[in-house]
């Protein structure tokens, strides 16, 4: 990472940033040409993987299916820092970007697990029922394992001089 000072170590706020974030963007590639999709995904704290949902056809899966390597990203935008002169305003954001390897799951089981890992962020007020397999045949559930990972943010922590304040 080139600005040290805007990294994130703390796995508790990476962790944080993936969880609340609602829209991820991810990076696929086939044939040197690159595609990005952005999805709901849900991060799972307990495995440390990504799981994501989508259509069983179309360009995302096509790359999937070529080439497994991926990169994703999320955001968290909190202000716009409005300064004069105007090219010195800037924005305050939290964001973590990730390159790990996604596979299509393919197991009943363990489609039907993530598929409400995923309800459970954008839906938790829906009583939790098993999918139907006719859902689960609908429906691509992909999991990306991360490999690497880096997380930073603007503006820059300030640093704490007092440690009795920590």
Do not use: W
């Not at 790359?63 to 990203?73: G, K, L, P």
């Not at 990730?98 to 995923?118: R, V, Y």
């Amino acid at each position: 990472m080139r600005r040290k000072d805007k990294e994130i170590t703390a796995k508790n706020e990476i962790e944080d940033i993936l969880s609340k974030t609602m829209v991820g963007r991810l990076g696929t590639c086939a044939n040197g040409i690159p595609y990005i999709t952005p999805m709901n995904f849900t991060y799972d704290k307990e495995t440390s993987k990504i799981y994501l949902h989508c259509a069983n056809e179309g360009r995302k899966i096509e790359n999937i299916r070529a080439n497994q390597n991926v990169c994703f990203e999320v955001e968290e935008v909190t202000n716009v820092l409005v300064k004069q002169p105007t090219c010195a305003s800037s924005v305050a954001y939290r964001s973590v970007i990730l390159f790990g390897s996604i596979k299509i799951l393919t197991d009943p089981h363990a489609k039907n697990e993530a598929l409400q890992k995923l309800a459970d962020k954008y839906a938790p007020q829906n009583p939790k029922a098993p999918f139907t397999d006719a859902m689960l045949n609908k429906t691509n559930v992909l999991e990306i394992e991360i490999k690497e990972m880096t997380a930073k943010r603007s503006p820059v922590k300030p640093a704490i001089t007092d440690p009795a304040k920590k």
